[in-house]
């Protein structure tokens, strides 16, 4: 290798780097085999931050701006005095960017069911979801406990420890919880600032600011939730006795469209009467609402439905020979 080549590829004067596409948090400057120029010019933009690695340590951090770097490695000396290791300097640094913009729309949820001690069901097992946003706050931290010496550090490698700090917080919070499943909704919001508040440190100690967290949905797994609606729906009936003469009410129309002959037209009717009376002296106060006896010896009228004493031949409301 000729002396002007070497130079060329061993000195860097401008170190600087823009995000190729969405989803990078942490990013290596490439220098393979290359040294860094005394005197070379780092540039960081609006949504970065720098690290300057020396010697394996971190030797300083930037923020957005434009700096020269000065290092006591010189590569053109240090090089020279070392022909017998092929011009490769013992002395190795790196720059790593950091992107601090805000991670937005990170999904979280509940893989399974949390079961908690609710006061008024019990013990229950709840799902819930949202999303949260973050950044890099602290860009040493997040080197030497999270990203390390990688080319490139990606969200994905990152989204299950998040996610997995967030559910447990969740578990946390809700087995403490002195509210009832029902009130749950309507205090949704303050729970969400209360999980917030709650992951903040494990986020810190990552070297990132936790700074929105929503709790979109709080439910049942899909068995409970039927269970509850029933419930539900037993509450809005209210009375289950009126329930009951309703929906005997309600069939009275069904009985008497029977189409399947005279003779069951006929005791359709009369069996549809025998309940509407019974209705209506069920709703009449102080009058029993007691079910007339429907024996194989009742009979009842095939023209009107009326009912009709067992051995007559003739209905005593209509005439009609039987």
Same mark, same amino acid.
């Given at each position: 290798?000729? !002396?002007?080549? !070497?130079?060329?590829?061993?000195?860097?004067? @401008?170190?600087?780097?823009?995000?190729?596409?969405?989803?990078?948090?942490?990013?290596?400057?490439?220098?393979?085999?290359?040294?860094?120029?005394? $005197?070379?010019?780092?540039? @960081?933009?609006?949504?970065?931050?720098?690290? !300057? @690695?020396?010697? $394996?340590?971190?030797?300083?951090?930037?923020?957005?701006?434009?700096?020269? *770097?000065?290092?006591?490695?010189?590569?053109? *000396?240090?090089? +020279?005095?070392?022909?017998?290791?092929?011009?490769?300097?013992?002395?190795?640094?790196?720059?790593?960017? !950091?992107?601090?913009?805000?991670?937005?729309?990170?999904?979280?949820?509940?893989?399974?069911?949390?079961?908690?001690?609710?006061?008024?069901?019990?013990?229950?097992? +709840?799902?819930?979801?949202?999303?949260?946003?973050?950044?890099i706050s602290d860009p040493r931290t997040f080197f030497t406990q999270v990203s390390g010496t990688l080319g490139t550090y990606e969200i994905s490698e990152l989204e299950g420890q998040l996610r997995a700090m967030i559910v447990g917080c969740v578990t946390d919070v809700f087995a403490n919880s002195t509210l009832p499943f029902l009130d749950l909704a309507a205090n949704q919001s303050a729970l969400g600032g209360k999980l917030k508040q709650q992951a903040k440190p494990a986020f810190a100690a990552l070297g990132l600011e936790l700074n929105q967290f929503v709790l979109e949905n709080i439910s049942l797994p899909d068995d409970l939730q039927?269970?509850?609606?029933?419930?539900?729906?037993? $509450?809005?009936? %209210?009375?289950?006795?009126?329930?009951?003469?309703?929906?005997?009410?309600?069939?009275?129309?069904?009985?008497?469209?029977?189409?399947? $002959?005279?003779?069951?037209?006929?005791?359709?009717? %009369?069996?549809?009467?025998?309940?509407?009376?019974?209705l209506m002296g069920s709703l009449r106060p102080g009058t029993p609402a007691a079910l007339p006896s429907l024996t194989a010896e009742a009979r009842f009228c095939t023209q009107c439905g009326k009912s009709i004493p067992p051995d007559a031949r003739f209905c005593p409301q209509c005439g009609r020979q039987q």
């Open positions: 290798m000729a !002396f002007k080549q !070497f130079v060329a590829k061993q000195l860097i004067a @401008v170190i600087q780097w823009n995000e190729p596409e969405d989803g990078i948090l942490a990013y290596r400057f490439p220098m393979r085999d290359m040294e860094i120029q005394n $005197g070379a010019q780092l540039t @960081v933009r609006e949504s970065q931050m720098a690290v !300057f @690695v020396n010697e $394996g340590k971190i030797a300083d951090v930037f923020g957005p701006g434009l700096y020269t *770097l000065n290092t006591h490695n010189l590569p053109v *000396l240090t090089d +020279l005095n070392n022909w017998d290791k092929g011009f490769e300097s013992p002395f190795k640094s790196d720059v790593y960017f !950091f992107v601090t913009r805000l991670q937005i729309n990170q999904k979280w949820g509940t893989s399974t069911s949390i079961t908690i001690r609710d006061r008024e069901f019990g013990a229950i097992a +709840l799902r819930c979801y949202g999303i949260y946003s973050y950044r039927d269970l509850l609606n029933q419930r539900i729906g037993m $509450g809005m009936v %209210g009375d289950l006795g009126h329930y009951t003469q309703f929906a005997a009410a309600e069939s009275l129309p069904i009985a008497a469209a029977n189409t399947s $002959g005279a003779a069951d037209m006929g005791i359709g009717l %009369g069996a549809g009467a025998a309940v509407g009376q019974v």
